[in-house]
């Protein structure tokens, strides 16, 4: 079974996807074994989340706003590591149980919220969409295209965000 198996993988970034993948085959194959749980998240959802525990109760649970985070972009993933070899997930929230994540991601490339500031270890994303300046541009290519389909809108912000590789 593919990691990416839970999450609709038509909404994320086809060049992130295959490396996020080949970092999640990799740690499989060492037995450690991590499922993803969110991909694309909509702007409505992210403020949603950002809600909890300002404006609804609950926990804080992320400290970016729509637009401020790589999921509206198809640019992140979530993950968590399944610790046992039982059907279905076994999800563990212990911290060190992440850390085989940091070696792997970095191998290919890919950015692990485990090491920010906040640090938010389930969250996989790509190296460009970190600063204001990258998040802007890729926001200003979804907005041009009001009126489209996710899936529409996601292949300008990709063209985007793949002219800004150059
Ligand atoms: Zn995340």
Known sequence: ?????RIDVSLIEPDFRLRVELALQELSRSGVAFVATCGFRSAQEQDA??????????P???HARAFESAHQFGLAIDVVRDIDDKPGVQPSWHAGDYLPLAMATKK???VWGGLWRFPDAPH???????????????????????G???????NVVWSAHREGKK
């Open 1 to 5: 079974m593919s990691p990416l198996s």
């Open 49 to 58: 989340l950002y809600g909890s525990g300002r404006t609804t109760r609950g």
């Open 60 to 62: 804080i649970i992320t």
């Open 108 to 110: 290919f490339g890919l």
């Open 124 to 146: 996989i994303q790509d190296d460009r969409v970190l600063t204001s300046y990258q998040m802007a541009a890729l926001k200003s290519a979804w907005l041009k295209s009001a």
């Open 148 to 154: 489209a389909s996710t899936q529409e809108k996601l």
